[in-house]
């Protein structure tokens, strides 16, 4: 009798152990999404709390805590849509990983809601609706509330469906709806209202242009140049200096000029001063930094890195300053009203609520943020440095020249107009160099599906933001005017 062990069937456990591993991969997929639903959901919660900790004892607590709760989540939906724009060009040009592009905007996000949010709580009911439209201190509680769930609501939709869509557009909405259903139709401002549909045409058509138009003197003076390098050393340090010259012009004008009316002539001499002292202290940087390097397009792109993500930045503390107003501005006027028993959408914001708005809009970008900043940064068009550079620039660009024309805009048709601006330019220059070469001919021979994929701008991402722009004021204000309905219904 043997006693040599019998052989182990192998084969049966190695089968076990795979359908178990493929349930552990299945598991974690499906769960990834459900545990940044429920950090979500823990950040509203705590927002509440926070709220019963600071104003528990005041009159209407649970309607303070609900506003609060209701706040926290607009932010979320903020940093998870907003900031795509500021960050998407920075990844999609690969200047910036997602991680990295993630942390500086949570950074500078947060820093701006801080330090300057304070200053920019808009007068959101005081601007849509005339004034003395809604005297009722009651039904301005509930419109504001219904206005903020509303919002909220259709940029989470938004986003679920990627399309990067105005939060302001979507507040503006908000409080469309519930004032047309509390106050009828001469309770709005339909100037105003007039003014905003304006800026959903020219903004986006005139940040594509700028980018455009920056990119062209790009391809002109840098890349088509024998000596690329010196051509950069040349023109980049001028860049540089627009570049910082129209920043602090747009920082200035969005911080400073909501404290107080400062017309834009006395802000331009600060945006040439920077401008004029960053291009003596960049040009022999950029000297120092393009020695050495070769004559190719890749050298180019390195050089562009630096002043992109420094763009990407600034833009992202400009809109956390800006915007952190469209999730806590309601809150407060909300809270200044229970507290007086009169209406104010110029209510002072407490430090805690602005906190709240800080912190919400960097967990809404941590958690949902990388869906719209891949969708902005590489799936509209193929971006590099130096055209993501462009989209930057022109964003702020556009901004101040809206301004200047007493045009409402948002940031989000504006940066996205610019990246659809770069990828229409370059088909038209890639068609115009075709025809040039003689090779328009060859390629009008290829099947037209096929030559629709090589289209440089996708036209389905296209069509799909086209339509969540039109769709955002009539959508919100609808959702505004049914949950105002539904309030007014519940309080009796």
């Not at 833009?315 to 200044?336: E, Y």
């Not at 590099?384 to 660009?397: D, E, Q, Y």
């Amino acid at each position: 009798m043997s006693d040599m062990p019998e052989p182990v069937d192998w084969k049966t456990l190695d089968k076990d152990l795979k359908r178990i591993s493929q349930l552990e991969l299945a598991t974690a997929y499906v769960s990834r999404p459900l545990i940044a639903t429920g950090m979500a959901l823990a950040f509203v919660v705590l927002a509440a709390l926070v709220a019963s900790v600071f104003l528990g004892t005041e009159s209407h607590p649970i309607l303070i805590i609900a506003a609060t709760g209701f706040g926290a989540y607009m932010a979320l939906n903020i940093g998870a849509n907003d900031v795509a724009n500021n960050m998407g060009p920075a990844v999609g040009a690969r200047a910036l990983t997602l991680g990295g592009a993630l942390l500086i905007a949570a950074i500078a996000e947060s820093t701006g809601a801080l330090l300057a949010g304070d200053a920019v709580v808009k007068r959101i009911a005081t601007d849509i609706l005339l004034p003395g439209s809604v005297s009722d201190s009651t039904t301005f509680i509930w419109a504001m509330m219904a206005a903020l769930m509303a919002a909220a609501l259709w940029v989470n939709l938004s986003t679920w469906i990627g399309a990067p869509v105005s939060t302001t557009h979507s507040v503006v909405g908000g409080v469309l709806g519930a004032g047309l259903f509390a106050a009828g139709i001469a309770a709005v401002n339909w100037k105003i209202v007039g003014l905003i549909g304006l800026s959903w045409v020219i903004s986006p058509i005139l940040a594509g242009i700028i980018a455009a138009a920056f990119l062209a003197f790009i391809k002109v003076q840098i890349l088509y140049q024998t000596d690329r390098i010196a051509a950069a050393q040349r023109w980049l340090p001028v860049l540089v200096a627009v570049m910082a010259g129209v920043f602090i012009t747009y920082l200035i004008h969005k911080g400073l000029g909501r404290l107080i009316e400062v017309p834009l002539t006395a802000i331009l001499p600060f945006g040439l001063g920077t401008g004029t002292l960053t291009f003596f202290i960049v040009k022999p940087i950029i000297y120092r930094q393009s020695k050495g390097l070769d004559n190719k397009n890749k050298s180019l792109k390195a050089l562009f890195s630096l002043p992109l993500i420094l763009s990407a930045t600034l833009l992202s503390f400009a809109h956390g300053a800006n915007d952190v107003a469209n999730a806590i501005g309601p809150v407060a006027a909300i809270v200044q009203t229970l507290q007086t028993g009169a209406i104010s959408a110029d209510a002072p914001v407490p430090a805690w609520v602005m906190i709240i708005g800080a912190f919400g809009i960097s967990f809404g970008l941590f958690l949902f943020g990388p869906k719209l900043i891949r969708m902005v940064g590489s799936q509209i068009t193929k971006l590099n440095p130096m055209r993501a550079f462009c989209v930057s620039l022109a964003t702020a660009f556009t901004v101040i020249v809206a301004s200047a024309l007493g045009l409402p805009v948002s940031s989000t048709h504006t940066a996205v107009g610019a990246v659809f601006g770069v990828g229409f330019f370059r088909e038209w220059f890639q068609d115009r160099r075709r025809r040039k070469k003689g090779k328009a001919s060859a390629f009008e021979h290829i099947a037209a599906e096929e030559r629709r994929r090589r289209k440089l701008v996708r036209r389905s991402h296209f069509m799909t933001i086209l339509a969540a722009w039109i769709v955002t004021v009539p959508a919100s204000a609808l959702i505004s005017a049914l949950i105002y309905a539904l309030l007014r219904w519940i309080s009796g």
